[in-house]
């Protein structure tokens, strides 16, 4: 379904119903829910090569059973890799839309590993549980990719929006994540929710007291069977060892500010807040001028580095 779609019936739906099992169904359900045959299909030789991919990986995970889809972009002329980053994508997008930054990360001397999250692109999977779920999956895309002889170097993460969060997610259950770069991520599930539900239904909402929300994630992680208490990249900041570069648009609309100012206020001190006045949600996802990828490139070098 497409974007501009999905946010005219987050306006129209919940007030012709009257319910929340749409906010809920938007929530959690993943673009391939109900989709198990997705196991049975790869990329074709040709999207491979006009992705400049060097291989492609399904990866069991779970629980819940499913398979995970990542492709691997190697830096040029085949140089060794100086490391490995995985690349997350965001919650309304498909790896697609990351593989700019892969190949920025593979021009700069490392091996991109670009993720689909479970339920996303070809990777199976019916509910997106904001971490809980997600944080284990990626663990095991790292346990395969070690077995595999492709984890090369010191493991790194670059993360978009819900991938951002992702991103921190997976630092706070791996100690083998040393650098994070999260862009535009969000605090918590709790947190992001109802401000998003918020931002996009406006009048729909305005019946819809916070306990209301709180109810309605709360259904969310039953009918998912997940505990939304658990779905933190707040917490997962206070577990991890990684050093996270916090880049947020000051004036995001879609994941405020303040999320950037609660995560970076309980990130260790190998830790930053980039913040950039005048971005927005998409502006920062663009980096018109390319400070975003200056900036976590610089970051990654410093905490990756063969010497450190």
């Known amino acids: 379904m497409k974007p501009r779609l999905i946010l005219l019936l987050l306006v ?3 007030t012709i119903t009257g319910c929340q099992s749409f906010y809920i169904q938007q929530a959690i359900e993943t673009p391939n829910h109900g ?3 997705i196991a049975n299909t790869r990329p074709l030789d040709i999207e491979m090569k006009l992705w400049g991919a060097s291989r492609f990986l399904r990866v069991p995970v779970g629980p819940p059973n499913a ?6 972009i190697d830096p040029p002329r085949n ?4 490391g490995t980053v995985l690349v997350i994508h965001g ?6 839309f990351m593989l700019g930054k892969a190949h920025d990360l593979a021009d700069h001397g490392y091996r991109a590993v670009l993720v689909a999250l479970r339920g996303y692109s070809y990777s199976t999977g019916d509910y997106r549980t904001f971490g809980v779920v997600e944080r284990n999956d990626l663990r095991q895309l790292v346990d395969e990719l070690d077995n595999q002889h492709l984890l090369v170097g010191k493991l790194g993460v670059w993360g978009m929006s819900y991938g951002s969060s992702m991103a921190m997610e997976l630092a706070g259950v791996d100690d083998r994540v040393e650098a994070v770069v999260a862009v535009a991520g969000f605090a918590s599930m ?8 918020r931002t996009f239904s406006g009048p729909a909402t305005a019946g819809m007291s916070e306990n209301d929300f709180q109810d309605l994630i709360d259904k969310a992680g039953q009918t998912a069977q997940f505990d939304p208490d658990r779905a933190s990249a707040l917490n997962a900041l206070k577990h991890t060892h990684a050093a996270v570069l916090i880049c947020h648009g000051k004036d995001d609309r879609i994941v405020p500010f303040h999320h950037a100012e609660q995560l970076v206020g309980v990130a260790n001190e190998h830790s930053e807040l980039f913040a950039l006045p005048g971005y927005g949600h998409l502006l920062i996802w663009l980096d018109p001028d390319g400070r975003v990828r200056q900036k976590g490139l610089a970051w990654l070098d410093d905490h990756l580095a063969a010497d450190r």
Do not use: C, H
Not at 91 to 96: A, I, L, Q, T
Not at 190 to 197: A, D, G, M, S
């Open 91 to 96: 919650y309304g997008d498909r790896p697609f």
């Open 190 to 197: 709790r947190t992001i929710v109802p401000e998003f539900i």
């Open 12 to 14: 129209l739906i919940p």
């Open 79 to 82: 140089q060794t890799p100086r």
């Open 35 to 37: 989709e198990p045959e």
């Open 67 to 72: 398979s995970l889809a990542a492709w691997i």
